[in-house]
């Protein structure tokens, strides 16, 4: 059975789901959310130490002004309510990505993770305004101005993920088969699984779905 310690998500068909259901690309972010409280809780479950979501790109500020600015207003009444709640779980929260958005949610951002970061049951790593190419560019250029010898160990100690193990999955809903730029280092040999369903419609039994099947594969990283 295939030790699991870390699962990576793209959460992928809210606004298409909003569309479908709600007439507005918006009503599917906000019913993201509640998958999202869904699967923090079964990850908790299956005693996964990480869960990365993928919540804002660095390629969504192309995206309609009004639904960014309604995806951050999200984002910070999901902390400020949520954060007591994620504290008392044990649950670290984690950011990835490029902290350059307004001084009110860099500032909760901030605030939440200096609160969790003793916490130990899970750690959560939301990915905003990530990017993984600006990611591997970024790391080369500090190896340089350091002159560190280029190697994959000291690579890894300048991606953000430093002290974090790699993905063993990845899950992308949305019934679309990329990457979209996400951890493209960490998931060279992570196992990849594309859901038809759109996020909001992801549930519990989805989940546990793929972990049941994830643990069954044989791994052979190269090996017969």
Excluded: C
């Excluded at 605030?111 to 990017?131: F, P, R, V």
């Amino acid at each position: 059975m295939n030790p699991l310690n870390h699962v990576a998500i793209i959460m992928d068909g809210n606004g298409r789901w909003g569309l479908k259901h709600r007439n507005s690309r918006n009503e599917g972010h906000k019913a993201g959310l509640h998958t999202v409280e869904k699967i923090i809780k079964e990850t908790i479950r299956q005693k996964i130490k990480y869960l990365t979501l993928y919540a804002f790109s660095t390629e969504n500020w192309k995206r309609p002004k009004i639904e960014i600015n309604y995806l951050f207003k999200l984002l910070e009444n999901f902390l400020s309510n949520k954060l007591e709640d994620l504290h008392k779980k044990n649950i670290k929260l984690n950011i990835i990505g490029v902290k350059n958005f307004s001084k009110k949610l860099n500032k909760l951002l901030y605030l939440s993770e200096k609160k969790t970061s003793k916490n130990e049951i899970l750690q959560i790593n939301l990915a905003l305004n990530y990017g993984s190419k600006f990611e591997i560019v970024n790391a080369l250029k500090k190896m340089n101005q350091n002159n560190d010898t280029i190697n994959e160990k000291n690579f890894k100690k300048y991606l953000q993920t430093k002290d974090i193990p790699d993905p063993e999955i990845l899950i992308r809903t949305g019934n679309t088969k990329r990457l979209s730029n996400f951890l493209l280092w960490q998931l060279a040999y992570a196992e990849i699984f594309f859901e038809k369903k759109l996020w909001p419609d992801f549930n519990e039994k989805d989940y546990i779905k793929i972990i049941k099947k994830f643990k069954s594969i044989k791994r052979n990283f190269g090996k017969i």
